[in-house]
């Protein structure tokens, strides 16, 4: 059975675009029913997951079992590893997604609070297209760069089909192309943003690095959400201690921890208005 079913995966991840759609909801009918269909767009060239009302861009045939609970499902799953829930949004706040992806964390923000002015920060170009379909309904408005302690460009290290592309050598990546790097406090200045609520941060190992490249950007920061798991190059590092101990040391505390995936929510105790939601 699971020489069988090594086989069917491999077989049905060989195909690409409409076809791989169209053999996906078949076998998915049968077999996974997963209560999700996918389909192939042409003008943008994308897989589009669908569930009742909810739609959703992908780049990669591989990630559609992401959404084997539903796009619903998967978006909240997201948003309880970030701990969102702590945080009492307003109309109008500004939060960065750096390690944004196809954009599902900005997904279900704005679904949430259509207010919400969400930044986006995606290098990988494929998956930064499918977050402008996704969060900004069609306009380029992802960031392509990386965030990092200094602007430049570095190598970075692919690994789409897990998103584990990092700045960091990785195990078994497909290949490197060089990407361009900026600081979160020379964003926060393009983009005319006086005080962030939340940085949402999965840089996969760079945690430490970005943290640097905000240091005269911190005290307008309200929440960071960090995930600090072993990500960081070859050896699968953790960032935890360099960025737990940092931000300590600026002024944050650590409001909430989330074990399975060690996410990290911090707030700044220099904010007055600052507050945890309940």
């Known amino acids: 059975m699971l020489k069988l079913k090594r086989q069917l995966n491999t077989w049905l991840y060989s195909k690409t675009g409409d076809q791989f759609c169209r053999y996906f909801n078949a076998v998915n009918k049968i077999y996974w029913k997963y209560p999700i269909a996918v389909n192939w767009n042409r003008e943008s060239n994308k897989i589009v997951v669908t569930e009742g009302g909810h739609r959703l861009f992908i780049a990669r045939p591989k990630r559609v079992r992401r959404y084997k609970n539903g796009i619903a499902g998967k978006l909240d799953a997201l948003a309880d590893q970030y701990l969102l829930s702590n945080i009492d949004f307003h ?151 360099a960025a737990i101990n940092f931000l300590l040391s600026r002024g944050f505390e650590l409001v909430d921890v989330r074990a399975d995936r060690l996410v990290c929510l911090f707030r700044n105790k220099r904010l007055p208005n600052a507050r945890q939601a309940g």
């Open 91 to 241: 109309d109008g706040d500004y939060i960065v997604d750096c390690g944004a992806n196809v954009g599902e964390v900005g997904t279900w923000l704005k679904r949430a609070n259509k207010t919400l002015n969400v930044i986006s920060i995606e290098p990988e170009v494929s998956e930064a297209e499918c977050c402008d379909l996704n969060v900004y309904g069609g306009k380029a408005k992802t960031v392509r760069k990386a965030l990092w302690h200094e602007p430049g460009d570095l190598t970075f290290y692919l690994k789409n089909d897990s998103g584990d592309s990092s700045l960091f050598e990785t195990k078994e990546y497909d290949f490197t192309r060089k990407v361009p790097t900026t600081t979160l406090s020379f964003l926060l200045q393009e983009q005319n943003v006086a005080a962030l609520k939340l940085l949402k941060l999965e840089a996969e190992g760079a945690e430490p690095e970005i943290l640097a490249g905000a240091e005269d950007c911190l005290e307008r920061i309200e929440y960071i959400s960090a995930d600090l798991g072993p990500e960081r190059g070859v050896n699968h590092d953790t960032t935890a201690a």
